[in-house]
């Protein structure tokens, strides 16, 4: 019997079973947060709706939501739950964090398919003792806001929020998704930040007023 070839495989497609495509879509992406894809046929018998990166294929057919479901790993699970929510989604179980390091909900969609969304938790495993000690830190007044509206956002302590980013800088890598990114350019706005990330060297600091 031959081996197998080593296949290389980066994306795959769930595919639904709809009655009515057009609908199936209009769902989809009005309520759902889905962004429409393509259509194709007409009538058409084949679409597809993204959610970020991936996509969802909704075909003509007879639907079978008792042996299917399709679960979805977002930037930040509980924005889309309450977007979902507003929109009227059936809601099958509500937003937690899960033991196996998720924090998800689950939704039916029109046609009874249950659909997963979740974000990784980073909480999980076993408790790390340390011990903390106090630092001197001044901080640009715009930056000090900016970390401390995020650290709310992302449900953190300021400090724990600065040792993320300090051991994830160490690292070479960041910790936050696409979406806090987003929300941080969002924060940059809301508080003036109009420099970037190589203008601390050039911070010359001025008498308080």
Known sequence: MPSP???ECETQHASLAVPDVEAAVAFYTDKLGFRPGFTWGTPPTLAGVHL???????EKGTPTPG???VYFVVGN???L??????????LVQAPGDRDYGLRDYRV????????????HLFNTGPPVEIERVEVAVRL???????LQDLATYKRMSLTSLLEETLLHTLDGVG???????RHIETLKKNHGIDYDSHASYRFLEREPR
Do not use: C, I, M
């Open 5 to 7: 070839p080593e296949v």
């Open 52 to 58: 970020g990166n991936e996509q969802l294929f909704l």
């Open 67 to 69: 042996g299917t479901s």
């Open 77 to 79: 699970a509980d924005e």
């Open 81 to 90: 739950f309450a977007f979902q929510r507003e929109s009227g989604v059936e």
């Open 108 to 119: 039916r969609d029109l046609h009874g398919y249950q659909l997963g969304f979740g974000h």
């Open 140 to 146: 640009e007044k715009r930056l000090a806001a900016l």
């Open 175 to 181: 910790p936050h998704t696409k979406t806090d990114l």
